[in-house]
C-alpha cells in the first residue's frame, strides 16, 4: 500500500506544481512583464509655459525684455506715458497663457491694444523688428536655447499682422 501511495503521490506533486502552480506562476510573470494602461499613454508633453520654467521664468523674461525696450530710443516712445507695472503684468498674464499656462489674461485682442500706435504713432514692422531683437536677447540673457528661441519668435512673429493692423 506505501508504494502504491508513493506511486500515487509522487505524480500527483508534479502535475499540481507543473499543471497547477506552473501556469500561475508564469501567468503573473507575464502580466508584470505586460505594461498598465498608464503606461502605455505617451507621456504628456509639458507645455512651453513649463519647459521654459513657470511662472518664475515669465517675470524674469518680462521685466528685462521691459528693461531692454525702455533704453531703446526707437522704440520707448510707444511705452510713454504707460504705466509699466500694469503693462509688465498684463503681459505676463499673455505670455503665460499663449505659453500653455494658466489662462489670467483679461487685455484687449493685438489688433485693437495696438490700433492706436499703428494710426497715431505709426508703429511699423522695423518697430516690430526691434522688439523681436530684445525678446531674442532677454532668452539669450536667461539662457534659453536656441530651439525655443526660435519656438518664441516664431509665436511672437505670428502675431505681427494682428500688431499692426493689417
Do not use: C, W
Request: charged share 25%; glycine share 6%.
Amino acid at each position: 500500500m506505501e508504494q502504491q501511495l508513493t506511486a500515487f503521490i509522487y505524480p500527483f506533486i508534479l502535475f499540481v506544481v507543473l499543471g497547477v502552480l506552473a501556469p500561475l506562476l508564469l501567468a503573473n510573470v507575464a502580466d508584470k512583464a505586460r505594461p498598465d494602461e498608464d503606461e502605455l499613454k505617451a507621456p504628456a508633453e509639458k507645455s512651453l509655459y513649463d519647459q521654459l520654467g513657470g511662472a518664475a521664468a515669465i517675470d524674469a523674461a518680462v521685466n528685462i525684455f521691459y528693461r531692454r525696450v525702455l533704453s531703446d530710443a526707437y522704440i520707448k516712445v510707444f511705452f510713454e506715458g504707460t504705466d509699466m507695472t500694469r503693462q509688465a503684468a498684463k503681459q505676463k498674464a499673455f505670455l503665460t497663457m499663449v505659453f500653455g499656462g494658466p489662462n489670467n489674461y483679461t487685455g484687449m485682442d493685438m489688433r485693437e491694444g495696438h490700433k492706436h500706435l499703428v494710426e497715431k504713432m505709426g508703429l511699423n514692422d522695423s518697430h516690430f523688428e526691434h522688439v523681436l531683437a530684445h525678446l531674442r536677447s532677454t532668452l539669450a540673457e536667461l539662457g534659453v536655447g536656441e530651439a525655443k528661441v526660435a519656438e518664441i519668435i516664431a509665436i511672437a512673429d505670428s502675431v505681427r499682422d494682428d500688431v499692426l493692423n493689417r
